[in-house]
């Protein structure tokens, strides 16, 4: 007798990285068959990261673009989900965050009268221009959202006040912190042979990861970034600076022309999860505007300093280990060097945790949507203060 399928829906590299755990825990539970669907969003890396958890997607869907334009590729989007859903209809949708590949994928679930679970459910900025338009998206999925899987408790906080039924909502983790944690505590060799030359003639030096991603930094917000990186790599003779760079090319130009002749810092290509994970593991600091980058690196120990003038990742500013300092090049200087100045300061940053979870979240969210489903009782949420699982235990399991 077959299990009931479960669609997980990704189009994005964060995407692929939080359902990897998901499908890797609903087939550890033997309840539902988990289908893993590339919406074709950015099919090139949700396989490369699918790769780092030795998975493939099982659907892979071909999207057609020609403007570019969000209106054409959630068009498309819901197109090409409807009629696979015509034709394989899952017991469950499962979509994650706030792309346009979620918006898409929760609407033609809902049309369909599939029930559709909402993981990394309640992040808010309260500002629909920022991060846009994900604050929007995110906003929308819940509208059509049977169950809705909160990281933290605040997040689960919004979406009560939203007016959403509590029995609908759980607390279960963000399972970034379980993919992270997983990947990290295998130590696999670079991929990357600019990362691996870097660090492997990294004695006595410090790793700061900087990453500027983000349409809203692109511009002069990066050009003012850039030039904190040069007052840092100039201050500090003993830091290296690891800049994966976002692929549009114009942005490449901007970063290399912006960083051209200073040494210490290395721009890559976007990097293999694997890189990605093990770096944030190694590092001294991380300057980012990237909301997963938030999560995971508390789970490291190492603080962020957030590029961004609001971050709906709130918890990580409420527990001291990310520090809002927008594209403004003297702030950014200025709270970089407290950190790399004093090591207790840059220590009692991450003291306390990760708030983002425990590395138990994927397991949760897989019995919940089984609970959903009639086929387990319904998890416990995950208990407030939880520390997060260590690499050598957690990463055991994969």
Known sequence: MSLPEVHLIGGTRPEAVKLAPVVLAMRAAGLLTPVLVASGQHPAMVSQALAAFDLTPDVTLRVERGTGSQAELLTELIRQLDALW??????????QGDTTTSLAGALAAF???IPVVHLEAGLRSGDLDSPFPEEAN???????AALH??????????????????????ITGNTVVDATLAVAGRRLP?????????????????LVVVTAHRRESWGAPLDRILAA????????ADIDVILPSH???????????????????????????????????????VLTDSGGIQEEAPSFGVPALVLRDVTERVESLDAGCARLVGSDTDLIVKEAAVLLDSKVRRDAMTAGGNPYGDGLAAARTAQATAALLGLAPAPAPMPAGASPATTATFGASF
């Not at 015509?86 to 979509?95: E, T």
């Not at 995110?138 to 059509?144: E, I, P, S």
């Not at 689960?156 to 007016?163: F, I, K, R, V, Y």
């Open 86 to 95: 015509a034709d394989r209809a899952p017991a469950a949708v499962i979509v």
């Open 111 to 113: 049309w369909r009268r």
């Open 138 to 144: 995110r906003r929308l999925v819940a509208q059509v």
């Open 149 to 170: 899987l909160a990281p933290t408790p605040l997040a689960a906080m919004n979406l009560l006040d939203e007016n959403i039924n509590t029995a609908d909502v759980l």
């Open 190 to 206: 670079f991929e990357n042979a600019q990362v691996a030359a870097v660090r492997a003639n990294a004695a006595g030096r410090r």
């Open 229 to 236: 990186v040069r007052t840092l790599v100039e201050r500090y």
């Open 247 to 285: 692929p549009n090319p114009a942005v490449r130009a901007q970063v290399e022309a912006g960083l051209a002749g200073v040494n210490r810092v290395t721009v890559t290509d976007p990097l293999p999860y694997p890189d990605l994970s093990r770096l944030l593991s190694e590092a001294y600091l």
